[in-house]
């Protein structure tokens, strides 16, 4: 009986995942779309700063766009002022959208030294329903970024956050 009902919620529990993963498709997305605003900490330094515990305020604006060219939340660590993201398709259901980004590109500092970008930025868009005004449209919100020396692989700026958004 016990491996019955192990069994069981085993299979509820991966075909729940299932259905939350289905591709929505860029008319199920746009009720997410808009400018998100909240608080996110967490731990971000350079090669001349160490890695401290930071905190501070993010606006984040959801597209449905494949690419484009992002300010880092804290510039003040990162030689770069903008960095490419590449996002995937979001998946999900009508109530719960998530879309990953992913940080990728190469570059030369002013001083001619080769660099790499790397690093995702997740978001997990809720929507809460009419009953929430103020609050009905809220994200999870994590961005990992990291600038290195191409040649080395040795960090010269790295930022870690997580926070929570709202529309």
């Known amino acids: 009986m016990k491996r019955f009902f192990s069994t069981a ?3 509820l529990l991966i075909a729940g995942t299932v259905v939350d993963a289905a591709t929505l498709n860029r008319r199920q997305f746009r009720k ?5 605003v909240g ?5 971000a330094g350079n090669a001349s700063l160490r890695s401290e ?6 606006r984040i604006i959801v597209t449905s766009r494949r690419s484009e060219l992002l300010v880092p939340l804290l510039p003040i660590f990162f030689e770069r002022p903008r960095h490419r993201i590449l996002w995937r398709q979001p998946v999900g259901n009508a109530r719960r959208a998530t879309l990953v980004g992913l940080y990728r590109g190469n570059y030369t500092n002013p001083a001619g030294v080769p660099m790499r ?3 995702t930025r997740r978001l997990v868009l809720r929507d809460r ?9 809220a994200t999870g919100f994590s961005d990992n970024l990291t600038e ?8 010269s700026a790295s930022q870690n956050l997580n926070g929570l958004l709202r529309k």
């Open 9 to 11: 919620v085993v299979l």
């Open 32 to 36: 997410f779309h808009g400018r998100y």
């Open 39 to 43: 608080n996110v900490s967490g731990i």
């Open 53 to 58: 515990p930071v905190a501070g305020r993010a």
């Open 117 to 119: 970008v790397s690093g």
């Open 129 to 137: 329903g009419p009953a929430f005004r103020q609050l009905r449209f």
């Open 148 to 155: 290195s020396f191409a040649v080395t692989g040795q960090t």
